[in-house]
């Protein structure tokens, strides 16, 4: 054949046989045979392949692949000559989109089908135009960590939210219907997956995260951050098959332009993801901070819960209704005239018989009861109701106090404690109610009170009601199993470390402690709290990778974050030397000995090789972070694809 | 302590000769006259049966409230407080009624009880009594010709409807009627201030006072608020036609609303605007949420029915609030041990102050300018923040105060900002940075989607409780609060034990603890709740090796406790001294608008991305032999994103050289 070409020269290419396996014929069947010539172009072989095959189908998603080389022949005008194909080639015509089950950051699985012929990069932007999630640069996919087979037989089933019959064509523009993009008010099923993108998911079984799998070390965190894909690459060519499992996960920790408004999904996957470095010890806080992450949780918990699913409801819009009320209520009366109106301005007043305590006084005579009253953020007390009209034993004001819960409800014990800031310094009292109810409604009032807030302020009633129904968390009734998915095990919101050493009784005033602090946000709110937490943490978007510095002889690890590179040393775990990419001069990766070097301001040179991650991925990781420091608040929806391959691609790109 | 309340009426003047130097002021006769005021007042409500407060014979068993008494303490007067009764809605008839009967009584009454007890004045509930109608149309006769002949209850009401229209209406009705209470109350203000000041504080001529008069008006914008909250309505004609304020109330110009409008920055406006609307229907707010930004002579009738309906709520609702701002007198001391006096209103940020106090005195615009917290007692200082609330604030001070205010120049308050490298970067060592580096340097501190805390973290002395003693121990600093590791531990996260939340304290420089509290170091700080004014177990010291290091503590406290409130607060200060640097240059507007880009790094067009765009390619002509990835140094220029140049970027060599490591 080859001899052929030579003698007849440019004019008659010889003909010979180039046999394609067409995937959706089945794996049985017969490789097809098309005869080509070398000059023929890949488009010419497909349009001959698809005549021969004489399947009437569309195939305009289809494309080749070549096995032995691992790549795609997408461009069709090149000839199988400049391609370098020869009849030894083993190819395969199959489609560019094959189904992929996607890991969410929810823990959650979709499948869905994904591009599988063109860069990851492209791919995730693809995934995420369908999920609705702006920004996709943030984002990349990875492979998951290998489950420990335990269950070997059982093999549950995972639950699959099938997203494949979205048709491709209508994600092109991210119009809002019902409340959510169009191609998910298709069916009932698809509006049930968007949900489930949109809302948090409820907390897990303390079991279940005690399963799951934990970083134990830095080692095991940058072992984690060797599985990322390589953007540059197609799925195909880094040996992803159709119907793999991948993670979606947010790989850059710099979140650009968060719009509550636009980003429903993102947020809430970002919130996930945050919830679950914070629940599998992948990001080390304190236990103050473990249990304020707690108290957001159940609190975000109980909104996606109770919230009806209209996106639109704001908190604004509660407030018309109220205030517009509460000036009906104002002006009314026989004469309003300006005084009665402002007199109506007033807060109303809470009286109780309750129980006072003072640490501070040394005596052990402990709670004495009287007469209370509470009045514009003071308290005052009085011996008995009878002498309310006179002067009261003692006035306490309470603006700028710390009220403290101090509740057993096992033990029907309800006290607020509270610190009042004085000149002298701080007060102790202890205030103990009869009940749940009287509780609630003394607690709002402190605490509305410390803010120099009034009872007359539109909280009050929902701070009553979010003390409550904390309380019925506490309720240990098991006799009563009702239908209240309000209840849920503390455990289930801080990790396994917390869950070994509180037990449920001891942790739960703690997370109530803290949760009186939160209780008060919006659903949009509390998922920004719970995310400027953690992004609050020293060790928060830092990528662990082990390497070995050039000249010392000893593994370390090297963290990548946001804004600049630390050494890590292994055994103490001690930041040796921080570098920020601010003086960056320059870096190189040489390709061969797979070494990275960088040199900053003032000849400042390091290098080093990279043992857990390939160094493809240090490099993106570096050049991904400039990249989207370039982002501009200006240039806002347009997404700069080449540079960020020019930044992250390595010498593909070149 | 001398107290006003001791004094009686006729030894007012004895009062001024025993008092400090500067007895002339204006705070001093307020108070004197306010005083006066109070005791009358009382003696008044004495006579009332439903009087709750009989103060000398049982007062409180225990005082705990210190709010109660703030009224005068460190010789400032809240005015506002004596005569409105604090927060809870003004009855401006009772008020014109007291005052007017005061007057009266004044010039009878020889010598009121000189045991009563000033304390819990503002907020007391005698305050609260309304007075028979007649008596303050009666008294104002003698008050000298205020239109108090118009009953700030009369105008036709109508009867209460439910509709929005109904309301709105009532509400208009209500506002105007405000308005003329207002006008009357301030005319009698003013009227019997006069008074006052001719029988209780004789000693101060009537040219003192009206010079002091006239300064207060020309400087502060409060006082006008005040003294004229209702000019808007007065000067046009109101659709009642009646109550035209008597001349002296119209005088002044502008109604403050206006004022403060211009002052606030963008994004409170945005918060107004949401609040603005809050209090409206449904249906209402629709129609305004979509003719926002529509120009006006495209609305449909329903839609400007809407939108002027909303303007009447929102302007009566306004009026309400203004009625019921609080005042103070303060004194402010300056670095030459004089001292300054000016009224501020309780919405007046620390900021506010400063630029009132910068166009008194004339003294030079500088950021760092400063009002400084100095507790002599503790011996320790604060740098108010900007953003505070300056009325809040020194409401924390005691009655017998020797706390100062202090207006300097401090560079400490900003030069975080000015040298951002020194304590955001947890180095050891000072160093220099170049300036565009500085700004990139905040914007990412700042300017992200959370504030990083500077990594604080070392070994401090802290007190130790009741004793004169330090132990040293290793803190950290984290958005959480001050940490430190307990004995026997590593530092890592999980272990470390919570010294302090930040909330609710603020962080003091302290003031030779070495002699006071036997420090080891001069470098103290002292983390407090505000309202802590004596010694208490609650206060706790730390102490530094360095001065370097207490100042990045503080600073990293600073960012901890405010985040990007602090960064706001000095890019705002920059723009005043920018401003103000306008003015006093020539050639004004060029520099004006180079600068003013430049304080604010959110607003910069970056072209970085054109930049490196272009770095790169011109990398990849230059080619690559080996299988190598060069990312030139201009990646890093990207990074920094110095550049603002309208012009596009021009293709130029890299500075640095590109070589190959390999």
């Known amino acids: 054949v080859g001899l052929g070409k030579v003698r007849s020269g440019r004019v008659s290419m010889a003909v010979w046989d180039l046999s394609v396996t067409v995937e959706d014929l089945g794996a049985d069947a017969p490789p097809i045979t098309v005869s080509v010539t070398s000059d023929l172009h890949i488009g010419g072989v497909i349009l001959k392949l698809v005549e021969k095959s004489q399947v009437k189908r569309d195939w305009s998603d ?69 999920l609705n999630i702006r920004r996709p640069e943030e984002l990349s996919l990875l492979r998951p960590v290998e489950e420990k087979k335990r269950k070997k037989d059982k093999d549950l089933s995972e639950e699959l939210h099938d997203l494949t019959e979205v048709p491709l064509t209508s994600v092109s523009r991210p119009c809002l219907y019902n409340g959510m993009p169009a191609h998910f008010a298709d069916s009932l099923q698809t509006e049930k997956v968007y949900k489930m993108l949109s809302v948090s998911q409820p907390a897990p079984a303390p079991e279940a995260i005690a399963k799951l799998y934990r970083p134990a070390s830095v080692v095991d965190k940058a072992h984690i951050h060797s599985r990322w894909l390589d953007s540059s690459r197609s799925l195909m060519q880094q040996g992803v098959q159709e119907n793999d499992r991948l993670w979606l996960r947010f790989k850059y920790y710099c979140f650009h332009d968060l719009e509550p408004k636009y980003d429903v999904v993102r947020l809430t996957q970002m919130y996930e993801q945050a919830r679950w470095a914070i629940l599998l010890e992948d990001i080390d806080c304190t236990e103050e901070e473990m249990l304020l992450f707690g108290a957001i949780q159940y609190h975000i918990n109980k909104l996606s819960l109770s919230e009806p699913q209209t996106m639109t409801s704001s908190p604004a819009m509660d407030d018309l209704d109220s205030a517009l009320q509460g000036l009906e209520v104002k002006l009314d009366g026989a004469e309003s005239s300006p005084q009665d109106m402002l007199e109506n301005l007033t807060a109303p007043e809470l009286n109780d018989y309750l129980k006072i305590f003072r640490p501070k006084r040394l005596t052990l005579k402990g709670y004495k009861q009287y007469w209370f009253k509470f009045k514009d953020a003071s308290i005052s007390y009085y011996k008995s109701k009878e002498e309310s009209l006179g002067e009261p034993i003692q006035q306490i004001n309470l603006k700028g106090c710390e009220a403290a819960p101090d509740v057993n409800v096992a033990g029907q014990k309800f006290c607020i404690k509270l610190l009042i800031p004085a000149p002298e310094g701080m007060n102790e009292v202890y205030l103990r109610c009869e009940n749940e109810e009287q509780y609630s409604r003394w607690m709002a009032a402190c605490r509305l009170a410390s803010k120099g807030k009034s009872l007359a302020d539109r909280l009050f009633q929902s701070e009553v009601q979010s003390i409550l129904s904390f309380l019925a968390m506490q309720q240990t009734n098991p ?10 095990n503390t455990h289930s919101l801080v990790s396994p470390r917390y869950s070994k050493k509180y037990k449920v009784k001891q942790l739960t005033p703690r997370i109530l402690e803290a949760y009186q602090n939160v209780a008060q946000l919006s659903l949009t709110d509390a998922l920004l709290r719970f995310l400027q937490i953690w992004q609050a943490l020293p060790d928060f978007g830092i990528s662990f990778v082990v390497v070995r510095f050039k000249g010392s002889r ?22 040796v030397k921080t570098w920020r990419y601010n003086n960056m001069r320059q870096w190189n990766v040489n390709w061969d ?24 991925i240090v490099h993106e990781f570096i050049g991904g972070y400039i990249f989207m420091s370039t982002r501009s608040r200006e240039q806002s929806d347009t997404l700069n694809e080449e540079l960020f391959h020019k930044l992250t691609g390595g010498h593909e790109a070149l | 302590m001398e107290q006003l309340s001791d004094e009686d009426l006729d030894h007012t003047d004895g009062g001024e000769e025993d008092s400090d130097k500067e007895d002339q002021d204006l705070d001093k006769m307020f108070g004197a006259w306010l005083g006066e005021l109070d005791k009358l007042t009382q003696s008044l409500d004495d006579g009332r049966p439903e009087t709750v407060q009989k103060a000398p014979q049982k007062a409180p068993l225990r005082q705990e409230t210190n709010m109660a008494n703030f009224c005068n303490r460190f010789s400032m007067y809240n005015i506002n407080e004596a005569l409105n009764k604090g927060g809870e809605g003004v009855d401006l008839d009772s008020l014109m009624a007291d005052l007017c009967s005061i007057e009266q009584e004044l010039s009878t009454i020889g010598k009121p009880n000189s045991g009563k007890n000033r304390l819990g004045v503002p907020g007391d509930a005698k305050l609260r009594q309304k007075p028979p109608a007649g008596r303050g149309t009666k008294g104002h006769g003698g008050a000298g010709g205020s239109g108090g002949g118009t009953s700030s209850s009369g105008g036709t009401r109508r009867p209460l409807a439910s509709n929005l229209d109904d309301i709105t209406a009532q509400l208009e009705q209500a506002s105007l009627s405000m308005d003329e209470a207002g006008r009357q109350s301030s005319h009698s203000l003013a009227s019997s201030v006069g008074t006052v000041s001719e029988h209780a504080v004789r000693s101060i001529s009537q040219s003192s006072w009206s010079s002091v008069n006239s300064a207060s008006a020309s400087s502060m914008d409060s006082l006008d608020s005040y003294l004229r909250p209702s000019e808007q309505d007065g000067a046009t004609p109101t659709p009642q036609g009646s109550n035209q304020g ?38 209402t707010s629709l129609i ?17 029915v809407a939108k002027k309906k909303a303007e009447k709520i929102r302007v009566a609702l306004e009026k309400i609030k203004e009625a019921q701002v609080k005042k103070l007198v303060i004194r402010v001391h300056l670095s ?67 706390n100062r205010l202090m207006f300097i120049e401090r560079i400490e308050k900003y030069a975080l900002f000015k040298n951002p490298q020194n304590y955001l970067l947890g180095r050891k060592e000072t160093c220099e940075m170049a300036d565009r580096n500085k700004e990139a340097l905040l914007e990412e501190c700042f300017c992200g989607s959370s504030v990083s805390v500077p990594e604080m973290e070392g070994v401090l002395w802290l007190k130790e409780d009741g004793k004169k003693s330090w132990k040293k121990r290793y803190f950290l600093l984290r958005a959480s609060g001050i940490y430190y590791v307990p004995k026997g531990k590593a530092k890592a996260s999980r272990d470390l034990v919570c010294f302090l939340q930040l909330d609710h304290v603020n962080v003091y420089y302290g003031q030779d603890y ?31 090796d360095d001065v370097r290091t207490l100042h990045q503590w503080i600073n990293g406290i600073r960012i901890a406790k405010y985040g990007k409130t602090l960064y706001v607060n000095y890019q705002e200060a920059m723009k005043r001294t920018e401003a103000a640097y306008d003015w006093s240059s020539l050639s004004s507007s060029s520099i004006k608008s180079g600068s003013s880009s430049s304080s604010l790094p959110e607003s910069q067009s970056t072209h970085c991305s054109s930049d490196s765009g272009v770095a790169v390619s011109e990398n990849n002509l230059s080619g690559h032999s080996r299988s190598q990835s060069q990312v030139s140094s201009i990646f890093s220029e990207a990074w920094k994103r110095g550049t603002q140049d309208e012009v596009p970027p021009v293709l130029t060599p890299s500075p640095y050289p590109v070589t190959c490591l390999y």
């Not at chain 1, 992929?100 to 932007?125: H, K, M, Q």
């Not at chain 1, 593994?555 to 292994?570: K, Q, T």
């Open chain 1, 62 to 130: 289809h494309a080749l692949w070549w096995e032995q080389k691992q790549q795609w022949l997408l461009r069709t005008a090149w000839t199988l000559e400049k391609c370098g194909i020869q009849a030894d080639a083993v190819l395969i015509f199959m489609a560019q989109h094959k189904s992929l089950r996607l890991g969410l950051p929810n823990g959650l699985t979709l499948r869905l089908r994904a591009c599988f012929s063109g860069p990851v990069f492209r791919t995730v932007l693809g995934i995420c135009k369908m």
């Open chain 1, 479 to 488: 006799n009563t199993h009702t239908d209240d998915s309000m209840s849920i």
């Open chain 1, 554 to 575: 000893k593994d370390e690890v090297l963290g990548i974050a946001p804004n600049r590179l630390i050494r890590i040393d292994l055994g103490v775990g001690d930041v």
């Open chain 1, 593 to 616: 000995i797979r070494q990275v070097a960088i040199e900053f301001d003032g000849n400042v040179n390091m290098a080093f090789s990279c043992v857990t991650a390939d160094c493809k």
């Open chain 2, 246 to 283: 008597p001349p002296g109330s119209t005088e002044v110009g502008q109604p403050v609303k206006n004022k403060h409008h211009c002052k606030y920055n963008p994004e409170r406006e945005r918060e107004r605007e949401r609040e603005m609307h809050s209090y409206l229907d449904w249906e």
């Open chain 2, 288 to 304: 305004l949420q979509n003719i926002a930004g529509k120009p006006s002579h495209l609305l449909t009738k329903e839609e400007q």
């Open chain 2, 336 to 402: 030459d041990e004089s001292s300054k006096t000016m009224m501020v209103d309780e919405r007046q940020t620390v900021r506010q102050v400063l630029d009132s106090l910068l166009d008194k005195s004339h003294c030079g615009y500088s950021p760092d300018w400063s009002l400084v917290e100095t507790i002599n007692e503790l011996q320790m200082e604060r740098i108010f923040e900007d953003h505070e609330n300056l009325v809040d604030s020194l409401l924390n001070w005691t009655r017998d105060s020797q």
């Open chain 2, 514 to 544: 070495r002699s006071k509290y036997k420090a080891p170091t001069d470098y103290c700080l002292a983390l407090k709740h505000p309202q802590i004014q004596k010694k208490s177990q609650y206060i706790k010291y730390l102490c530094c």
